[in-house]
């Protein structure tokens, strides 16, 4: 897998959120921050395995792939920022010796997979669950539901395609 040699970290969430108006990037990093401690919350009463095998996050080895919302995917950015370079899909590139360097900002779809057999449609289950919240929020904040591969996201935010990009090109 090509690692970037440097990842772009956030200056500030000020910084990184700024082409959204205040009170759409407060609520933003607010009602995410609680989604997300909710659903935590969820699974790690539910304790399912976890092996940090890393072999979720590859991709291509592991055979999936991994979507999110637009909103997600600001969230994310407006925490950990995104890839400075030009990076490749088989892998996500916040994935180091196994372990994940997002933890903090990573999007529903990471938090709720988990290849434990025993495990098997519960993550279904929240993953509908929350995209609900998720659909109903991001219409609430005015961002595009826009539903597809997470690294697609941070590669229009790299690139400059997506305008909300601007929301972090201050990052360096
Ligand atoms: S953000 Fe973290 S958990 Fe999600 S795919 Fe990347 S390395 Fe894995």
């Known amino acids: 897998m090509s690692v970037p040699t440097s990842i772009h970290e956030p200056a500030g969430q000020a910084d990184a959120v700024s082409a959204l108006e205040a009170g759409t990037r407060e609520a933003l990093l607010r009602e995410?921050?609680?989604?997300?401690?909710?659903?935590?919350?969820e699974i790690a009463a539910a304790n399912p395995l976890c092996r940090t095998s890393g072999d979720c996050c590859q991709f291509a080895k592991y055979g999936h792939r991994l979507y999110a919302t637009r909103a997600e995917a600001l969230y994310f950015a407006s925490r950990r920022g995104w890839p400075a370079e030009a990076f490749e899909k088989d892998a996500c590139p916040y994935l180091r010796d196994n372990r994940c360097t997002a933890r903090h900002a990573r999007p529903l779809g990471c938090r709720v997979f988990f290849c434990d057999p025993a495990w098997k449609g519960r993550g279904e289950e929240l993953t509908e669950r929350y995209l609900k919240r998720i659909g109903i929020l991001s219409e609430r904040l005015g961002i595009d539901r826009e539903y597809r591969p997470f690294l697609e996201h941070l590669e229009s935010f790299r690139s400059g395609q997506d305008p909300a990009g601007d929301l972090g090109r201050s990052l360096g």
């Open 32 to 41: 995410f921050g609680t989604l997300y401690a909710e659903l935590d919350a």
